[in-house]
């Protein structure tokens, strides 16, 4: 089983809808990502998340330490929303923060017009 | 602009070749990873740095070298190429692991064959 895995792995949505994408692991961490990658692009970061909730434009990010979940949400989805979300953790092991990051597999989203 | 620029960005090689890819960042961060990203599974880390002259291995170093002789570059070797280092790669920086997000490069798109 993953460390990290996210749900749904595909997701299709009509412009203008409210769209969630959830991320699970379960090892202890320090922090929290979620990236955003463009088809055949660069990878962009979004939120870096240890507690509550963050927003920025029409995205808002979520974590609940306690539950080991974060959520992304959009907003009034746009066609341009359209790519792969990457949620990403970093452990924390014997209580510290380690260099490495785990990273989910990604969601696909398609947000068609 | 600044940022985080990795080249080239395609190349293809033939089995047992050799190449370095170049990072080169002018935000003035400490932190520098190389990551490879395949079909179905997170991104995975190869080598990072916490500092000039300063490298170590990741999840997958096996088959690959790194460099930090300047802080705003990271050169990541292959000194012969196998088909199984057919992957994008991935460079990313930041200034501080704890407080700071990740900026990643566009991307290295290297084909064995």
């Known amino acids: 089983k993953n460390e990290v895995e996210q749900s749904p792995q595909n997701l299709t949505a009509q412009e203008g809808e409210f769209i969630t994408i959830n991320c699970s692991y379960s090892?202890?961490?320090?922090?929290l990502h979620w990236l955003q990658q463009h088809p055949g692009g660069g990878i962009v970061s979004l939120f870096m998340?240890?507690?509550g909730k963050k927003k920025h434009g029409r995205l808002i990010a979520t974590i609940n330490i306690q539950e080991k979940h974060s959520s992304l949400h959009i907003t009034a989805s746009h066609p341009r929303d359209s790519a792969v979300y990457i949620c990403?953790?970093?452990?924390?092991?014997?209580?510290?923060?380690?260099?490495?990051?785990?990273f989910g597999t990604g969601t696909l989203l398609a947000v068609q017009p | 602009n600044a940022g985080v620029t990795q080249t080239p960005k395609f190349r293809v090689l033939k089995t047992g070749q050799s190449m370095t890819l170049l990072c080169a960042q002018d935000?003035?961060?400490?932190?520098m990873y190389w990551y490879r990203q395949d079909p179905g599974m997170g991104l995975r880390l190869i080598h990072y740095s916490v500092g000039e002259g300063t490298t170590a291995k990741g999840e997958v170093p096996d088959g690959y070298n790194v460099s930090r002789l300047k802080k705003q570059n990271f050169l990541l070797g292959l000194e012969s190429a196998a088909p199984s280092q057919t992957s994008v790669y991935f460079c990313?920086?930041?200034?501080?692991?704890?407080?700071?997000?990740?900026?990643f490069g566009s991307g290295t798109r290297l084909t064995v064959v």
């Open positions: 090892v202890g961490i320090s922090a």
């Open positions: 990313a920086s930041t200034l501080d692991v704890f407080n700071y997000g990740y900026t």
């Open positions: 998340l240890s507690s």
């Open positions: 935000m003035n961060h400490e932190y």
């Open positions: 990403a953790v970093r452990s924390a092991e014997y209580g510290g923060a380690t260099n490495k990051l785990i």
